[in-house]
């Protein structure tokens, strides 16, 4: 139950929030600031110098370090899925499923295990924007006590090719044209439609993402399901064909087209704000 207590204190309900988000969060405050090596800086502001209008002097390991780490700070981008937002988190067992798996983190209701979640588009670059009407993916990393689990899903319970082999054929024709990059985050381009005519069997994908499910209002409210089937085994050795799918407690809800391109052009960074405000809210 929330309520004020006495004097000037938080809410309860405002300080459970905020102990939530603490430990998430590192803190540098009091550390010196040190080269990469560990060894304590006084000035990353200026270079060494001989005199004070002297010359810099090449002896000036710092700044070598320094720039060194800015040229190789930046990493090619992803082929598909560059542009995400990440988050960190639990996954809470809301009933044992240990009748079809040994698997420990399924074992008992209320189980919580650490995980990593990234929300992803496909075609787009890392600086397109959010609302393009485009497949989003969610990958998900959980921390469990016998190893991390990966799992990919996408928002879509069917995917564009049924053999593997196709896919780097599949995403060549979506992504943007080499001659002249064009479109970006989005795959309407006749090299695209090409592909879809020469493979029947991406048209029932090709339905979803046109479909009013194409553009998600927020990450918060994606439905999700795992591009493969899985096979789960309990303690007798029985298995069992399974499926992931992420439901979400918000409902699922979609922008229109129209409101999609407005949003992403007043606000590119739309479905990361909302993640992000939702978080630092708690909820």
């Avoid at 992504?175 to 879809?196: C, E, L, M, N």
């Amino acid at each position: 139950m929330g309520g004020k207590s006495a004097g000037n204190q938080k809410p309860v309900n405002e300080n459970r929030k905020q102990e939530q988000l603490d430990q998430y969060r590192v803190s540098n405050r009091g550390k010196p600031l040190t080269t990469n090596e560990g060894r304590k800086i006084s000035n990353d502001q200026d270079q060494l110098k001989a005199g004070i209008r002297g010359p810099t002097l090449s002896e000036d390991y710092q700044y070598f370090e320094k720039i060194t780490h800015f040229v190789k700070e930046e990493e090619p981008e992803r082929v598909v899925h560059a542009r995400g937002y990440s988050a960190y988190g639990e996954f809470e067992c809301y009933q044992s499923m240990k009748d079809v798996t040994k698997a420990g983190f399924l074992q008992e209701a209320g189980k919580k295990t650490p995980l990593t979640i990234r929300f992803s588009t496909v075609q787009g670059p890392k600086g397109s924007y959010d609302t393009a009407r485009d497949l989003r993916c969610q990958g998900v990393k959980l921390y469990t006590e016998e190893g991390n689990l990966d799992l990919t899903t996408i928002a879509m319970p069917v995917l564009i090719n049924q053999d593997a082999m196709k896919f780097p054929d599949a995403m060549h024709a979506y992504q943007s044209k080499q001659d002249d990059d064009i479109p970006t985050a989005t795959g309407a381009h006749d090299r695209f439609w090409d592909y879809v005519a020469n493979n029947p069997e991406s048209l029932h994908m090709v339905q979803w993402i046109m479909s009013d499910r194409g553009i998600v209002r927020s990450y918060r409210m994606m439905e999700s399901w795992s591009i493969n089937t899985y096979l789960f085994v309990n303690d007798q050795g029985v298995a069992t064909f399974m499926r992931y799918v992420w439901k979400p407690v918000l409902g699922v809800h979609s922008l229109l087209q129209d409101e999609a391109l407005k949003i992403g052009g007043l606000d590119p960074v739309f479905h990361r704000r909302d993640l992000r405000e939702a978080i630092e809210r708690g909820d």
